[in-house]
């Protein structure tokens, strides 16, 4: 998992909370990514950034937002967590190749909602 | 929407037998990618493919892209039982600014 840890590994929260996600890296790459990962959808891409405090909404970004003050952290919080967001998150990396390069992915957070 | 459409959906094969996999996809692409992904575990980059080849080779693995039907396919060789797993391709939104995964192939290798 190249140098990319994401925490916390498991959540159970109740509808309506405020939930963060962590990923951090240790390659210095320039972009980074949240996914989500459900069956019968593959990964479907939430926010992405382009360096530090640039980001980007992705194809499923509705109740979601991202930070990034850091070129090694990426947040990702749900601003108010509904059961729909129960679901697996991955953070993925790649390098200043271009944003549709390999990327490399973090061992994922499930998030349970109640 | 998936711009990647694995088929099949699953695939059960003997220890030994080769896997085929394929994906197809709908708008103009840089490239093409496949990953692997191991229950529980996050996504690992197999192999990449540009738009302008038309086969890659990575070990046991066999890429062919084949842009004017919009498809590509994997083979993997001899499969072992650790190659259980499932497989996704993905394909940039050809303005490279992100790639676009489909919903995957489930692979099962028995032994």
């Known amino acids: 998992d190249a140098g990319i840890t994401q925490s916390p590994r498991h959540k159970v929260t109740e509808t309506g909370t405020p939930v963060t996600l962590r990923c951090h890296q240790t390659e210095n790459h320039r972009y980074m990514y949240w996914y989500r990962q459900d069956p019968g959808h593959g990964l479907r891409l939430i926010h992405y950034s382009y360096g530090v405090k640039d980001t980007d909404k992705g194809e499923v970004s509705d109740g979601y937002s991202v930070s990034r003050s850091k070129t090694e952290d990426f947040l990702l919080t749900l601003e108010s967590a509904t059961s729909s967001q129960t679901s697996v998150y991955f953070c993925a990396i790649s390098s200043d190749r271009g944003l549709a390069d390999t990327q490399y992915f973090g061992p994922g957070t499930r998030l349970t909602v109640l | 929407s998936q711009q990647g459409e694995e088929d099949p959906q699953a695939l059960s094969i003997q220890e030994g037998e080769n896997a085929t996999m394929n994906c197809s996809y709908k708008?103009?692409?840089?490239?093409l990618q496949w990953y692997r992904q191991n229950s529980g575990r996050g996504l690992v980059h197999l192999i990449l493919i540009r738009s302008n080849e038309r086969e890659k080779h990575s070990g046991r693995l066999r890429v062919t892209l084949d842009t004017s039907k919009k498809s590509s396919s994997l083979l993997i060789t001899a499969s072992r039982a650790a190659d259980t797993a499932s497989y996704f391709c993905a394909t940039d939104d050809f303005s490279g600014n992100k790639l676009v995964f489909g919903a995957g192939t489930i692979l099962r290798v028995k032994s």
């Open positions: 708008t103009s692409i840089n490239n």
